[in-house]
T-cell receptor
Framework: TQLLEQSPQFLSIQEGENLTVYCNSS?????LQWYRQEPGEGPVLLVT?????EVKKLKRLTFQFGDARKDSSLHITAAQPGDTGLYLC??????????FGAGTRLFVKA | DTGVSQDPRHKITKRGQNVTFRCDPI?????LYWYRQTLGQGPEFLTY????????KSRLLSDRFSAERPKGSFSTLEIQRTEQGDSAMYLC??????????????FGPGTRLLVL
């Protein structure tokens, strides 16, 4: 059983559509991170959310941390082909080890 | 570009051979991490170094795996007697640890290993 469950596993949409991906757990976390990984590259940190209920925006990306700090969502508005990639949520364990979910693979068609 | 670099980017080997990967972290980053990522999964933690000291090893790191960071700068990950199950992307990351608070890990592009 994964500590972090991400859904959906795969998403294929048309350019211009909106989408939301989810990261869920039964555990409470002090913070949660979202990464994007493009094919053939390592993950790149997008955001860290810390406070329950917190909402952070990064251009067309909106990240929300659940009130109970057990779950998070990533919403993309007007998706573009450049958004294509693997979106990973992650938590820090013990201050140094990062534990990742399995990711949502997004494909945005032009 | 002063990001994390890894070498080689790709490696194909036959089962039973030894392989060694190199990671050059961002200059002055004191922490270095190794992760393994298989198809359809997120990266899994293998081990980490604070300067030259290896402070944690995952149970995923069997006796066939060894990692070093001899001078607290670059690191190597060696896999002895490779098995087909070792086929994966091996990712390195580095960070500058501060006294408190989360530090950002910067990942390299990875080394993709295929064991035939």
């Amino acid at each position: 059983t994964q500590l972090l469950e991400q859904s959906p596993q795969f998403l294929s949409i048309q350019e211009g559509e909106n989408l939301t991906v989810y990261c869920n757990s039964s555990s409470v976390f002090s913070s949660l991170q979202w990464y994007r990984q493009e094919p053939g590259e390592g993950p790149v940190l997008l955001v860290t959310v810390v406070t329950g209920g917190e909402v952070k925006k990064l251009k067309r990306l909106t990240f929300q941390f659940g009130d109970a700090r057990k779950d998070s969502s990533l919403h993309i508005t007007a998706a573009q082909p450049g958004d294509t990639g693997l979106y990973l949520c992650a938590i820090r364990n013990g201050g140094f080890k990062t534990i990742f979910g399995a990711g949502t693979r997004l494909f945005v068609k032009a | 570009d002063t990001g994390v670099s890894q070498d080689p980017r790709h490696k194909i080997t036959k089962r039973g051979q030894n392989v060694t990967f190199r990671c050059d972290p961002i200059s002055e980053h004191n922490r270095l991490y190794w992760y393994r990522q298989t198809l359809g999964q997120g990266p899994e933690f293998l081990t980490y170094f604070q300067n030259e000291a290896q402070l944690e090893k995952s149970r995923l790191l069997s006796d066939r795996f060894s990692a070093e960071r001899p001078k607290g700068s670059f690191s190597t990950l060696e896999i002895q007697r490779t098995e087909q199950g070792d086929s994966a992307m091996y990712l390195c990351a580095s960070s500058l640890a501060l006294d408190r608070g989360d530090e950002t890990q910067y990942f390299g592009p990875g080394t993709r290993l295929l064991v035939l």
